[in-house]
């Protein structure tokens, strides 16, 4: 009689296994069909797919610290004025200086 009860809890967990396994087939299956779907659209659509992987690439370079061309160009932009502010110091500082002499 024991027997027969764990032959039946055997078969019972036996059952839910492979109900578990047929749910995560169907699952796999449906992600298989929307990846070849959104693969068939990046065939269809080159350009597409050259954006994003364009937009991956540069993601990648800006985590490893690689500035990018807006940022070099902000810079250069902050480079001039600063050289613009040291000028027009040292035209003050001169103007001063010859002050002091006279």
Same mark, same amino acid.
């Given at each position: *009689? %024991?027997?027969?009860? #764990? *032959?039946?809890? #055997?078969?019972?967990?036996?059952?839910?296994?492979?109900?578990? !396994?047929?749910?995560? $087939?169907?699952?796999?299956? *449906?992600?298989?069909?929307? #990846?070849?779907?959104?693969?068939?659209?990046?065939?269809?659509?080159? !350009?597409?797919?050259?954006?994003? #992987?364009?937009?991956?690439?540069?993601?990648? $370079?800006?985590?490893?610290?690689?500035?990018?061309?807006?940022?070099?160009?902000?810079?250069r932009a902050r480079v001039e004025q600063l050289e613009?502010?040291?000028?027009?110091?040292?035209?003050? %500082?001169?103007? %001063?200086? !010859? $002050?002091?002499?006279?």
């Amino acid at each position: *009689m %024991a027997a027969k009860k #764990t *032959m039946s809890r #055997t078969k019972d967990k036996v059952g839910e296994v492979i109900s578990q !396994a047929k749910a995560s $087939l169907k699952i796999l299956e *449906m992600l298989e069909k929307e #990846t070849l779907a959104k693969a068939k659209g990046f065939v269809k659509n080159p !350009a597409n797919a050259k954006q994003l #992987t364009n937009e991956k690439f540069l993601g990648g $370079l800006k985590k490893i610290g690689v500035a990018s061309e807006r940022d070099i160009q902000a810079l250069r932009a902050r480079v001039e004025q600063l050289e613009a502010d040291v000028a027009q110091l040292k035209a003050r %500082a001169s103007g %001063a200086a !010859a $002050l002091i002499k006279e």
